[in-house]
């Protein structure tokens, strides 16, 4: 990539290098095996002009979400309520009712959709993976197949009109062309709608050292200064920012055209501009000190659970998101010194890791095997998960949060 996804400047300045590595949502079959299973860079840029963090290679989509896509969202009851309370909000806020209709692109297994459909409103999803289109289709929440753009916006009208309410949660940062996104938006949308955008954010990530939630799907980490500037661009602002924790820390941005009606615009745009300033993300000597950061946790990590193995500790790891494909990657740990991985979605369970190739199994291994130790991949979900698997810490088995400083709980 040469030019910035959002302002087109060429000034793009590398700062994080986490190597070649392959897709993260990648699990492999076993017949799969004996083939090479292609990587490819995972290079962090910051846009002089802008500000915007992307990535520097683009993998073509089709490879990442066309065959077999593994990920199933809010398989965790923590996931279900944060969408549940995303629907109350959102209804509330724009005032929805029985007639006006949602659209949410890269739906997935259409969690949100179903709570809006609870509320009353109409729905309807738009998602590139067959399997998943299916999956959500078969629980009954409408959804057509393909990526979000001027043809299945078109589709999505002459089937239900224009929607109130467009809805891309943790999408928009996986889209290379946005500039053919909000030309969908704008055909799609009504004209006192609002476009509702979740990601996890750039400052978050920077400060809490979340360099996991980085892989080939992210293309963008969201930050607000460059999404003002290219909002703009389509006649349209942010009119409020809500901060979530999910995911590490999350930001939902509320979006509408310039001079719609609606609720009141408040000062979260100017507050999150401080807080992207006081975390210095478009500061390259603080980009650059991360980076630093990155690889002294990688080696702590290393350090930590290539100890224990070498004292003869058993180890495995708990919960295979794409964020833990990273680590494991980018860390190197692999089946020398973890076992198997565990996982509660039947997409991933019978296959093996992308890149390590670590064999995942499902969370009764835990009790079955009784590992001293569980690297948590999940740690954003750490409470929760630990709290399900109570009896395996009952044998005596310990968990290992990775992420900012490795350490056992």
């Known amino acids: 990539m040469t030019l910035c996804r959002m302002c087109k400047n060429e000034d793009l300045r590398l700062f994080l290098d986490l190597g070649a590595t392959a897709p993260a949502d990648e699990f492999l079959t076993a017949d799969e095996l004996a083939a090479p299973q292609a990587a490819y860079p995972l290079q962090v840029m910051s846009c002089g002009g802008c500000g915007l963090v992307q990535l520097g290679h683009v993998v073509d989509p089709e490879i990442l979400y066309r065959k077999n896509y593994p990920y199933e969202a809010s398989v ?43 509320r009353g409103t109409r729905v309807l999803g738009i998602d590139p993976a067959p399997n998943i289109v299916a999956i959500a289709n078969e629980r009954g929440v409408e959804t057509l197949c393909g990526f979000f753009n001027a043809k299945t916006a078109d589709a999505a009208l002459a089937l239900k009109g224009q929607a109130k309410v467009i809805t891309a949660t943790n999408v928009f940062a996986h889209i290379d062309d946005l500039d053919e996104v909000m030309a969908a938006v704008d055909s799609l949308l009504t004209p006192d709608g609002a476009f509702m955008v979740e990601a996890p954010s750039l400052a978050n990530l920077v400060r809490h050292l979340e360099y996991d939630t980085i892989y080939h799907e992210h293309l963008s980490y969201i930050s607000v200064k460059p999404l003002v500037a290219f909002l703009a661009r389509f006649g349209m602002h942010i009119f409020d920012i809500h901060e979530k924790d999910i995911h590490g820390g999350s930001i939902r941005i509320f979006i509408r055209r310039d001079g719609a009606p609606g609720p009141e615009t408040t000062d979260a745009v100017a507050r999150h501009l401080e807080i992207e ?16 950061d990155v690889a002294e946790n990688r080696r702590l990590l ?53 890149g390590q190739h670590i064999p995942v199994r499902p969370d009764a291994a835990l009790i079955e095997e009784r590992p001293d130790y569980a690297l948590l991949l999940a740690w954003n979900f750490a409470e929760e998960i630990m709290g399900n698997l109570s009896d395996y810490v009952a044998t005596g088995g310990k968990f290992i949060i990775p992420i900012p400083t490795p350490r056992i709980v």
């Not at 300033?277 to 991360?290: I, N, P």
């Open 302 to 354: 290393r350090e930590l659970i290539c100890g224990l193995k070498d004292q003869g500790k058993h180890l495995v790891g708990v919960s295979a998101p794409a964020k833990g494909m990273t680590l494991l990657n980018y860390c190197g740990l692999g089946k020398d010194v973890l076992d198997f991985v565990t996982e509660k979605s039947q997409l991933k369970i019978g296959k093996f890791t992308p």
């Open 76 to 118: 965790t009851r923590a996931g279900r309520r944060h969408w549940d309370e995303f629907a109350a909000t959102a209804c509330a806020m724009m005032g929805l009712g029985s007639d006006d209709l949602v659209v949410d692109f890269g739906s997935n297994v259409g969690v949100l959709l179903e709570m809006f459909a609870n």
């Open 277 to 292: 300033d006081k975390e210095g993300v478009y500061d390259m000597a603080r980009l650059a000190h991360f980076a630093e």
